[in-house]
């Protein structure tokens, strides 16, 4: 009746619960949100200065050029610039926000029934993205017990075959928080290199790294850079997530040329928002720095609560700003809708994401939740925390 | 290297010498733009209204409901029933641009290797959007001897095969600007009946119709309307192009259901524009009224120089704001670069479209280009089509 991808698809995990969570609301309970990495912090004020601007200029709203405003092509580089990598104007192709990045990356890429490798668990809307584009994921395993370090280049060749196109690597790693090292990431790109293969890199999370780590990007192995696609975003650097302005950024000109056809089908991004990516780009640094302490904070209180939930399987991240935890022995999805349907503690309640969807089989992952941190203030996460451990500790006593 | 799909696509006939007509620009000469969809007319005020509020609403700029925001789908809806469709807002999903909206609807019905008729010259970006999702268009040709009117049903039937899922039919049409009458559409109604087929309505040009000729939608056909899937766009109702907010419509609860994994798939459409396009629905209808004399205007000054030009093969369109012209034995590539590189009259040229994409073969439509007449004035229009005639009988004399 309708394709198959189409029905192969899930729907998201992050967002199939909203309208049961609206439901609940209108009955009047307070639903805490950890499904959604959407940050609370205020988005700058040069992004509503530059709208602002924008809607003085009484004009035709006109298609931009299919590959993105100039100044914000501009504004792009002078950031990679910045953080030392060295993209120029025509290696950025403006994208509608880091999921057309990637889509457009794959659709690039990859044919029909070809693969690209990941690192279970991921992101769960790459498999949307590769559904669409009739791509299979070709899943490698990080593992709990190793807290979810890479495997080594062995390993992830392993998974290789004939139609392996690209390694699509998450850093810092949303849903599991996972910063790679220096030696991790050689090993990739020595795989890439080995089988000539693509870096997908999607580094949206690059500046959420907290304590010692030290973030390191793809892009900067330069003489691998034409085999390098990044993908970015400013929805989690500045807080502007509902802007949906991203980007792809290659050395590559051929990659380019080709991703190109891709832009020149949906003719361009929206206008107005593309001039307030370009304001953001002038925030000053202390904007980052001082969400960074917030989120650590958060983080902190997260891991601190939940270190006391009694079966509960964590590691606290080192970059993004989630957590993934193994709940004992719950499937996530009944326990996401009991929280939502039947708990409360003083009239609140949580709403989680289960994350099935971050491994090719759903089942591997059927007891796994994450916790997102952005969006709540440090006395609403240990309430929501809080929640949580009651919640386990009821449902394993009266509904398991 | 690259994925077949990506090599299989060409860059938009319509942007691809945008590069040479900025040199051609840059060494002074003027260019008159008859290649691109895009009106000059003043996007409305309440638009610029709606962005100034929410510039001073300072917020987080969040993602927004994946289906849209609620304000806006509502507008839609409104939109819809006040022109005698009775889609509710459960029916509307809010798209980045019709293109979305189209490419939407290609991944949700159709699969890699199935197919979707589509009635030649089309659309050049249909070709590329159905690449993208790995299906094939199946070609009906629309005659020029028969001014492009639609086959009958009989005629449309003989395409079908087992891979066919939909019909694809843009009226008014562009690039031939022909307004279906109740009898083609019928037939199309028939057809998809017959062989249990989507009928996927491109009707975004929707108002743009001249004279006597009346625009019918195909989604008052109530008893057929689980079956059409409409894909529009404010983009030229309201002069708002680089807004990009379009919306996929039906009462196909399950189609609707699949779709929504896409819209998920790439979380919202952009917050600050989705604000302007609701706005935009507040526009007095003298707005689009006013925009039509004025088409009306610029059609009828094209038609007059045009039908001057010796040799050259048009039809004066009843709907929409493009000619589609074939030229006397020119290949349409060479002499839309040659009039960049090589023409002027006082300094000025004009930048055409060539639409072999406009057909599964290209050269079908070697020698034939759409011009667009929405941008220009009708002083300007004169004189653009005064230098097509011109050109063509100089590029005859000197080039051939």
């Given at each position: 009746m309708f394709s198959k991808r189409a029905e192969s698809m899930y729907h998201s995990p992050i967002r199939r619960y909203n309208p049961l969570s609206d439901k609940v609301r209108a009955n009047g309970k307070i639903v805490l949100p950890l499904?959604?990495?959407?940050?609370?912090i205020l988005t700058p004020g040069e992004f509503f200065d530059a709208i602002k601007d924008a809607s003085t200029d009484r004009r035709t709203i006109a298609y931009t050029v299919s590959e993105g405003l100039p100044e914000l092509r501009q504004a792009f580089s002078n950031f990679y610039k910045k953080v030392g990598l060295a993209y120029e104007v025509p290696d950025i192709l403006v994208t509608t926000g880091g999921s057309e990045a990637l889509l457009f990356t794959i659709l690039t890429l990859a044919d029909h029934g070809d693969n690209i490798i990941v690192f279970e668990p991921f992101y769960p809307n790459y498999g949307s993205l590769a559904k669409m584009a009739g791509v299979d994921l070709n899943p490698v395993m990080t593992k709990r017990e190793d807290n979810f370090r890479m495997p080594g280049a062995e390993q992830i060749a392993k998974a290789i075959n004939s139609k392996t196109k690209a390694i699509l690597v998450t850093n810092p790693n949303n849903p599991t928080g996972v910063v790679l090292t220096k030696d991790e990431m050689d090993a990739v790109v020595e795989v890439a290199k080995q089988y000539n293969l693509y870096i997908i890199a999607d580094e949206v999370y690059r500046e959420f790294v907290y304590g010692d780590v030290e973030f390191i990007s793809f892009a900067s192995y330069t003489e691998f850079s034409d085999n390098v696609i990044l993908c970015d975003s400013v929805s989690k650097r500045f807080s502007g997530c509902g802007v949906r302005i991203g980007c792809v950024a290659s050395t590559n000109k051929e990659f380019m040329s080709q991703c190109l056809k891709m832009c020149q089908s949906r003719l361009s991004s929206p206008y107005i928002e593309q001039v307030g990516a370009t304001a953001l780009f002038n925030v000053d640094d202390s904007f980052i720095q001082e969400a960074l302490v917030e989120y650590k904070s958060r983080r902190d209180v997260c891991a601190e609560v939940i270190s006391t939930i009694p079966g509960l399987d964590f590691r606290t991240p080192d970059?993004?700003?989630y957590f993934i935890v193994k709940l004992p022995g719950i499937n996530a999805d009944d326990f996401t809708v009991w929280l939502l349907e039947e708990f409360d503690v003083d009239g609140k309640t949580i709403m989680l994401c289960p994350v099935g969807e971050s491994y090719v089989n759903p089942q591997d992952g059927a007891s796994e939740v994450r916790i997102s941190y952005?969006?709540?203030?440090c006395d609403d996460l240990r309430t929501a925390m809080n929640i949580l451990k009651e919640g386990i500790a009821r449902y394993l006593e009266v509904v398991k």
């Open positions: 499904n959604i990495g959407q940050p609370d970059g993004a700003f952005c969006g709540l203030s």
